[in-house]
């Protein structure tokens, strides 16, 4: 054979049979591994690899638009927030010190900041890409809208506190201590239940990222009924608490949560926007523990509503015994906090104000005496500085 046809045009050599081969064995390799990572996403029933990769990369703040819907409707005629403006301090507490409030907005990597006073608009702060009109995750923020719809619930004959979960979802009776758990025991985080709270962003095998990420929610609270302690003697905190909680309220009341929050919430606070809850798969199940995806300015109106004793306009929405509920914190701390019914207090027993709180840094806080209410919603690192931003907003409401 002519030497000079051994070689493609430009003179580059070809590939050895021994190269080609060992190409084709690595495309294999990379085929036959992709071919397994999607297996084995199928068979746990998680997102597929591409999705997983997508949530890894997402700011916390937009993974809500990753994941099925159901819509929460708004009212046809919003509320109106009557404004009032007022200046941001100029400096804010920070440990141990005192830095520019802007500072404190960019170091805690804020997306969003109002601030109602007298139940008027007194100051709102967006970062560049982000608007009134904006939904971002509520995150851990969803328990305690959770908590207010149990409340009416109560309130409706629907529900008690002594109920036993087991009662409400039968399915789930193991014979064991699961089956002594009270619907007090979900809200007061006092149920025992053992699903590790971890938060390794998406290390989808266990515990809470798996309950976020599984496209079975009732199968995975099904197959996860291990208990650490005995109902009632003692706090941890677990997400799948409120989901176990969010599965009882639909069981008792027969209809979703989105529909609950949207017909007894988000209507009767003359929202601006509609919301949505994400689900474990299309028409399936609300994820209870977290991710109600809406506007700063309405969860505002939440926190309002709660600041006037539950009061909207002249009509109670939430009752005022539930309000006391969630202002007065149990007498064991939850990981040195106070909490109560899904809200957080800044200690057992250290003042009238409280908040609903979310792992990357979202917050619905409430000093009914100040009549001060402040919403921050934010890409913060999980769990972080949540008593310093706490401290910010005492030190906003008492100027």
């Known amino acids: 054979m002519n030497s000079r046809n051994r070689f493609p045009a430009g003179g580059a050599s070809a590939p050895a049979p021994r190269q080609r081969r060992l190409a084709w064995r690595l495309l294999a390799g990379v085929a036959a591994l992709a071919a397994f990572a999607y297996a084995g996403t199928t068979v746990m029933d ?81 970062r560049p890409g ?87 929610l009732p199968g995975f609270i099904a197959r996860n009924r291990e208990m ?66 809406a506007t700063a300015r309405d969860f505002a109106r939440v926190g309002q509503m709660l600041a006037d004793q539950g009061y909207v306009a002249g009509r109670q929405v939430v009752p005022g015994a539930w309000v006391a509920r969630i202002a007065a914190p149990v007498t064991t701390p939850l990981d040195g906090w106070g909490y109560s019914a899904q809200w957080w207090h800044r200690g057992p027993d250290d003042g009238e104000d409280y908040s609903a709180m979310g792992i990357y840094g979202q917050y619905t806080y409430v000093h009914p005496g100040r009549r001060v209410v402040i919403v921050k919603l934010s890409d913060h690192g999980a769990e972080q500085d949540e008593r310093g931003t706490y401290d910010v907003f005492r030190a906003i409401a008492r100027r």
């Open 130 to 216: 982000v608007d009134a009109r904006t939904p971002m995750s509520s995150w851990s923020m969803s328990k305690s809208l959770v908590s207010l719809l149990v409340g009416q619930a109560i309130a409706r004959g629907k529900l008690r506190e002594s109920d036993r979960l087991v009662d409400l979802l039968p399915e789930l009776k193991t014979g064991g201590d699961y089956d002594k758990v009270t619907v007090r025991d979900l809200l007061d985080m006092r149920s025992g239940v053992f699903v590790a709270e971890n938060y390794r962003p998406y290390w989808p095998f266990t515990g809470a990222a798996r309950m976020y990420l599984t496209r079975d």
């Open 46 to 126: 998680i997102p597929p690899p591409y999705r997983l990769y997508q949530l890894e990369v997402a700011e916390p703040s937009r993974r809500g638009e990753l994941f099925p819907v159901r819509e929460v409707a708004a009212p046809a005629v919003p509320w109106a927030l009557p404004a009032q403006p007022e200046p941001p301090p100029a400096t804010v507490p920070w440990k141990g010190g005192q830095i520019a409030f802007d500072r404190f907005l960019e170091l805690t990597h804020t997306n969003a900041f109002v601030i109602l006073r007298d139940g008027k608009l007194a100051y709102e702060w967006y």
């Open 228 to 293: 650490e302690f005995t109902p009632g003697s003692a706090t941890a905190y677990r997400s799948v608490d409120t989901q176990l909680l969010g599965m009882a309220l639909t069981r008792a009341t027969g209809s979703n949560l989105a529909d609950l929050l949207a017909r007894d919430i988000w209507q009767p606070i003359g929202a601006e926007r509609p919301a949505s809850w994400n689900l474990d798969r299309a028409g399936g199940t609300e994820k209870a523990f977290c991710c109600v995806n």
